[in-house]
C-alpha cells in the first residue's frame, strides 16, 4: 500500500491545510509562502524547458519526414489554404435566428403623439393590451 504523508492530504484539502497555517505563526507563513513561491518558480522554469525542448523535437521530427518526403514549406502552406478553400465550398451556412429579415409591423397605435409599432408575434406589448382591454378591437390598429 502507497504511504500518504501529510502534506498529501494538505494538497488535497484545504480545510485541513488553512486548519494547519493557523497553527503557525505570521512569520512562519510567511517563511512558508516564500519557499513554496521559489518551488513553484523552479517548477515553471522545468516545465516550460521541457515543453520548449518537445517543441524543438517536433519541429526535427516535421523537417525529417518534410526531407523524407520531397516536400517543402511552401508545399504546406499551399496545402492548408487549398483545404481552407474546399472547406469553404462544403456548402450553404446554416441560417441562424439571427440572419432572418425583420417581420413588418402589423399593428400601429399613435397616443399622446407616440407612435407604437407591434409585428402580431409574440406576447402583446402594454401599450396594445390596454387598448384592447378599453374595448378596441385589433383590427382598428391594422396597418
Keep these: ?3 500518504v504523508s501529510a502534506l498529501d492530504i494538505y494538497v488535497k484539502s484545504k480545510a485541513k491545510a488553512k486548519a494547519e497555517g493557523k497553527r503557525l505563526a505570521l512569520k512562519e507563513v510567511d517563511k512558508l ?6 518551488v ?3 517548477l515553471e522554469q ?14 526535427e521530427r516535421i523537417q525529417v519526414l518534410m526531407a523524407e518526403k520531397g516536400l517543402t514549406a511552401e508545399d504546406i502552406a499551399g496545402s492548408a489554404k487549398s483545404a481552407k478553400k474546399a472547406k469553404n465550398k462544403r456548402g450553404p451556412k446554416a441560417k441562424s435566428a439571427n440572419s432572418r429579415p425583420p417581420v413588418a409591423p ?7 403623439g407616440e407612435e407604437h409599432l407591434w409585428t402580431g408575434r409574440g406576447r402583446t406589448p402594454k401599450v396594445f393590451q390596454e387598448y384592447f382591454d378599453a ?3 385589433r383590427e382598428s390598429c391594422t396597418i
Design 46 to 59: 522545468k516545465e516550460s524547458e521541457r515543453a520548449e525542448k518537445e517543441k524543438q523535437q517536433n519541429i
Design 106 to 112: 402589423k399593428y400601429r397605435l399613435v397616443i399622446e
Design 1 to 3: 500500500m502507497a504511504k
Design 40 to 42: 513553484k518558480a523552479e
Design 135 to 137: 374595448g378596441n378591437s
Design 33 to 38: 509562502i516564500s519557499v513554496l513561491q521559489e
